[in-house]
């Protein structure tokens, strides 16, 4: 009994957990065997070859690659600038509730907004003609990086405020003797922070990058409500071509197809990545 | 002008842009929500519209927007109950027990957290189907709790690691039990950290979009999808009750927020930053 005790105590959250996420995987795997709408025929693995040689999946793929790995460098740039300016700042935490407001809105409205934004109330052409950079309205739709933009500055607005909470708590952590010390033996402000107080924050901003990654790599609300992939499927993200094969063509053994390859994709970069930065026990 | 004070300028002038590019849309978006209908989308963007308190009314007349944030706050509010009851006692078994196997399920639940959930939307749309749950806040609350249950765990987990085991060991000494403890030691010690979690899979399920989309078809709108439904016909998107609804949900979350401002970064990094 006491040997089963924390096996107990754990196995509820473990067995929901499984419930919800074993048998979708299952499921998937089994669905991607059978094609068809109603009528489900056996195929094997045709749909998978069908997906390896679909452009549309390889761009969706490489798509949610590079406006991630954009949106993720600049959202990382900016928090790391703001939170070194911010957290010896005495009103540090009214910068920080100004800050994180953003993150504070439901995606979907903040998608909406920047649609009204970028699109529909054409604002953000009508401030480019006020400063002269451009003399009509732009279409965001029109151009391939016109339209990521529209994605990468939404989520950026949104999630900064994200990497700053955690940058700004990182480095308040921080010894502040170290600093002055370093500020006594004469060196500059910059010299302080990139040689002392940046490297020792590695392993938060490792941990916020997987972190801040992951939901990046699953943009969804912003393509669906702003792009819709549009143009020419320049915006489409993978978690978008699996909702649009499925819920849109109703074509659910090919999109289960795509959902297993994110899945194992999925496992391997948690394998990769997660595992080393978080430890469950004391040690 | 010695060199601080120079900086000092320079600073704010940064900080201050930053925080006007945040708020800057925010306010913007708050006229949306009190302007009437022709002024949102013109030939050029109106910047000071007539706000008018009957344009929230009409809003108001014209969609079910209390059923909506009802169907949000059941959704919401018993997704976290699930979380806590499902979490506290799982964290409690990762934090304070050696055994084996214990970091295979550790990680297990924190993987949990990095499925993406365009990967798994298409089963649990059948398995919902299947139960008869679709279009229930039901089905919302159960995969709302199935998605913030890593976190929770992992949140409460840090912070019972926090806790001296001296406490425990004087009260198993006077022949407390392990629930015991649990219930009348480690739960009320480590509060600041449920809270925490609490809000924060609050806020998360509050936001979630996709799995949303595919389970509530009507019946069961919460206010994340029930705004992208606010379109009619030749009127296009109606920009000003999706805003309305927008701020609708920030003013809880707000609240929510600054009652654990202090414990946020722990919270968002699932314990691994403290601060």
């Not at chain 1, 473990?14 to 998937?28: C, D, K, N, S």
């Not at chain 2, 704010?12 to 022709?38: D, E, K, M, S």
């Not at chain 2, 304070?96 to 749309?125: C, H, W």
Request: glycine share 6%.
């Amino acid at each position: 009994m006491r040997k089963a005790f924390p096996y107990l105590l754990v196995a509820p959250a473990v067995i929901y957990l499984l419930a919800i996420t074993l048998y979708p995987g299952i499921f998937a795997v089994w669905r991607s065997f059978y094609a068809g709408r109603f009528q489900l025929n056996f195929v094997g693995f045709e749909q998978y070859i069908d997906l390896f040689h679909d452009e549309a999946f390889w761009h969706s793929l490489s798509n949610t690659l590079i406006i991630g790995g954009i949106t993720l460098t600049i959202e990382f740039v900016i928090a790391l600038g703001l939170a070194a300016l911010v957290y010896r700042d005495p009103l540090v935490k009214g910068w920080r509730i100004l800050f994180l407001l953003p993150m504070l809105f439901m995606p979907s409205a903040v998608a909406f907004l920047w649609k009204l934004l970028f699109n529909d109330g054409r604002v953000i052409s009508d401030l480019f003609m006020r400063i002269g950079l451009v003399d009509s309205n732009i279409d965001f739709m029109g151009s391939t990086w016109a339209a990521r933009s529209v994605l990468i500055v939404t989520d950026v607005w949104q999630w900064t405020p994200f990497l700053f909470i955690i940058f700004v708590a990182a480095l308040q952590g921080q010894d502040k003797e170290i600093e002055e010390a370093a500020r006594l033996d004469g060196a500059r402000w910059r010299q302080v922070f990139f040689s002392i107080s940046l490297p020792m924050m590695r392993p938060v901003i490792a941990i916020a990058l997987v972190l801040r990654g992951i939901d990046i790599l699953t943009m969804f609300a912003s393509p669906h409500i702003i792009t819709q992939g549009a143009p020419a499927g320049d915006t489409e993200t993978v978690s978008y071509f699996i909702y649009r094969t499925g819920f849109k063509s109703f074509e659910f053994g090919y999109a289960s197809a795509a959902s297993v390859i994110v899945l194992i994709l999925t496992i391997v970069l948690a394998q990769l990545f997660v595992r080393r930065f978080f430890k469950s026990g004391r040690d | 002008m010695s060199e601080t004070s120079k900086f000092s300028l320079g600073r704010t002038l940064l900080l201050g842009i930053w925080g006007l590019f945040c708020l800057a849309p925010i306010i913007f978006f708050a006229t949306i929500a009190l302007r009437p209908r022709n002024e949102i989308i013109a030939p050029r963007p109106i910047y000071f519209p007539t706000i008018s308190i009957e344009t929230w009314a009409k809003i108001w007349a014209e969609w079910p927007i209390m059923t909506y944030f009802m169907n949000s706050v059941i959704a919401v509010s018993g997704s976290v109950l699930i979380c806590l009851v499902l979490g506290i006692p799982a964290a409690y078994s990762l934090a304070r027990y050696r055994y084996k196997g214990r970091e295979d399920i550790g990680f297990y639940i924190l993987s949990t957290k990095m499925m993406a959930p365009a990967a798994v939307a298409i089963p649990i749309f059948f398995l919902f189907r299947a139960l008869g749950l679709l279009d229930t806040v039901w089905a919302l609350m159960l995969v709302y709790a199935a998605m913030n249950l890593s976190i929770v765990v992992w949140i409460i987990r840090s912070y019972m690691i926090d806790i001296p085991h001296e406490i425990e060991d004087a009260a198993r000494t006077d022949g407390a039990s392990d629930l015991r403890i649990l219930w009348s030691i480690i739960i009320p010690m480590c509060m600041p950290g449920i809270i925490t979690a609490g809000v924060i899979a609050a806020i998360f399920a509050m936001n979630e979009y996709l799995f949303t989309l595919i389970i509530a078809t009507k019946q069961a709108y919460p206010l994340s999808v029930a705004l992208a439904n606010f379109s009619g016909g030749s009127d296009g998107i109606i920009y000003n009750a999706i805003a309305l609804v927008a701020f609708l949900a920030f003013f809880p979350a707000l609240l929510l927020v600054i009652l654990i401002q202090n414990h946020l970064s722990r919270g968002l990094t699932m314990g691994a930053v403290k601060g």
